[in-house]
């Protein structure tokens, strides 16, 4: 047994199911392990793509994804995809290949410094020097992701380390070093609060069933950021709405009122709280993003286990205010919010994954989330590119039905992965909303800068051929009323809906 044997072994008694790369040579001896192995290996056809489909495994199922590439022009396809998951904290193991350490600092073919390139834009990077090292830096980057997920972590593989017999395995046993020491300070506020709200992030949802009977007996109201939505369900009174730049006016109105704001995993950026207040508890497993005069460092689990909550009153108060969200041209033919309103009403209860453009701003406001893990998108980075493959990682990862709504211009990002969607026979339909446009920057390039649109207008293929070249069915709508005939078929994927859209300008935030 080499040490690639014992990783894929330590891989499976991990229970890791699903990986995604792309093989080459110097990662050559891990798939060599891997072909013999029970893991299911995703041949995606670049290594972002791969990158962002364990991204979009882990987001859809809460399991740990995994994506394997070779040395230097495999490992640094990830970075896109690496920095995107990084920024929205999601944890993915992050396998490369190298040269044999002999080359390491040299100007040998294929021989970067990898481990320093990708270590801006992960939590962790190692690279071992042998074959101990490298099986202690796996347990060490599983027993992370699994108990303190922050966001990928990276193992850097040479070669002869994979080849190397020569190693010895430890069972390591960690403690996550939480600070609990304000847990006193913020019950007194807890107590002492007339009016307490919860904002809820995407660090609170594994505790939704705990959160859920809390809000519930106790009737404290919810705001949530845009990885939250559906810890409680958008339909109930309770959940008041998105708080921060796109928030609600009853969750405007709660954030401004509030006497005590306990906020849970989230990641506290500009987005969600342009300002910090006073009165903030900020519970997070990530110390590095803690912020507030009430800080917590440890698990959401553990802070509600050690606070004690009071009955509100305040909620009939809240209630008084209108939550309805006016939304123009949501009937018009032609206009995107109308197609993507239609495409949301028809899969209410599947998982919808958004890419980076203006459908993502009429997704998110348009979509009610019943459960948590129903909209995926990349928030802190927002790279174009992201929806289909972070599709086909939640369809494996889930194996439900997956709706991308994506544009015509990030479709063209990873459009290659069709191959991928196709080879694996996956439930996930695509809408391209097609305005042969770049709009967000359109809109930007008119109202702040005074410009007529310049670079933005795309010639783009004819979508419908396109997919059909990979050998997946499609069709193309250019009105509501083929759109909605459409949508009343029993749709399963891979199936392509190209929909012809007018250019229109997202509402900007108030």
Request: glycine letters at 6%; aromatic letters at 8%.
């Amino acid at each position: 047994m080499n040490v690639s044997d014992k990783i894929v072994e330590i891989l499976e008694s991990e229970d890791v199911e699903d990986v995604f790369g792309i093989p080459g040579e110097q990662i050559m001896p891990l798939y060599k392990a891997l072909s013999a192995s029970s893991i299911n290996h995703i041949l995606t056809r670049h290594e972002q793509a791969a990158a962002h489909a364990a991204d979009g495994y882990f987001r859809s199922s809460g399991r740990m994804g995994v994506c394997i590439a070779t040395a230097s022009p495999g490992a640094l396809n990830f970075t896109m995809a690496l920095a995107t998951a990084y920024k929205d904290n999601v944890p993915i193991l992050v396998i490369t290949g190298d040269n044999e350490l002999k080359h390491r600092g040299s100007d040998f073919f294929q021989t970067l410094p990898q481990r320093e390139i990708l270590s801006h834009i992960v939590q962790d990077s190692y690279n071992p020097l042998n074959g101990t090292e490298a099986l202690y830096c796996l347990r060490a980057a599983i027993f992370a992701l699994k108990n303190n997920p922050k966001g990928p972590i990276h193992i850097n593989l040479a070669k002869d380390v994979l080849l190397s017999e020569d190693f010895q395995d430890f069972d390591l046993c960690y403690l996550c070093e939480d600070d609990l020491s304000n847990i006193s300070k913020a019950q007194e506020l807890i107590s002492n609060a007339k009016r307490p709200l919860f904002i809820l992030g995407a660090g609170a949802i594994t505790q939704k069933d705990n959160i859920e009977e809390i809000v519930n007996k106790y009737k404290i109201p919810v705001t949530t950021t845009f990885h939250a939505k559906g810890i409680i369900s958008e339909l109930d009174d309770l959940n008041l709405g998105m708080v921060g730049i796109r928030s609600t006016s009853r969750a405007k109105y709660a954030f401004e009122n509030t006497d005590c704001i306990i906020a849970l995993g989230i990641k506290a950026s500009e987005r969600t709280l342009p300002e910090i207040p006073k009165n903030l508890i900020h519970v997070n497993i990530n110390r590095d993003v803690l912020v507030g005069d009430y800080p917590i460092h440890g698990k959401v689990e553990d802070f509600l286990a050690n606070i004690e909550f009071r009955q509100t009153c305040w909620l009939s108060e809240i209630l008084e205010i209108d939550n309805n969200l006016e939304i123009e041209g949501i009937d018009y033919d032609l206009k995107p919010q109308a197609a993507i309103n239609r495409i949301l009403d028809r899969f209410p209860e599947d998982i919808i994954v958004s890419d980076a453009g203006s459908h993502t701003t009429w997704t998110t406001l348009l979509k009610k989330s019943t459960a948590p893990r129903q909209l995926l998108f990349s928030g802190g980075l927002a790279p174009m590119g992201y929806g289909l493959p972070a599709a086909i990682g939640a369809c494996v990862a889930t194996s439900q039905k997956v709706i991308v709504i994506n544009g015509d211009g990030d479709f063209q990002m990873n459009l290659q992965e069709l191959a991928t969607l196709k080879e694996n026979g996956l439930d996930v339909i695509v809408f391209i909303l097609n305005n042969s446009q770049f709009g967000i920057i359109r809109q930007w390039e008119e109202m702040f800068y005074d410009m007529d649109p310049y670079q933005v207008n795309l010639k783009n293929p004819d979508f419908v051929k396109l997919a059909s070249s990979y050998g997946i069915d499609a069709v193309r709508v250019d009105n509501l009323d083929d759109l909605d005939w459409v949508l009343g078929k029993n749709l399963s994927g891979p199936f392509i809906v190209e929909v012809i859209v007018e250019s229109e300008n997202i509402p900007l935030p108030k």
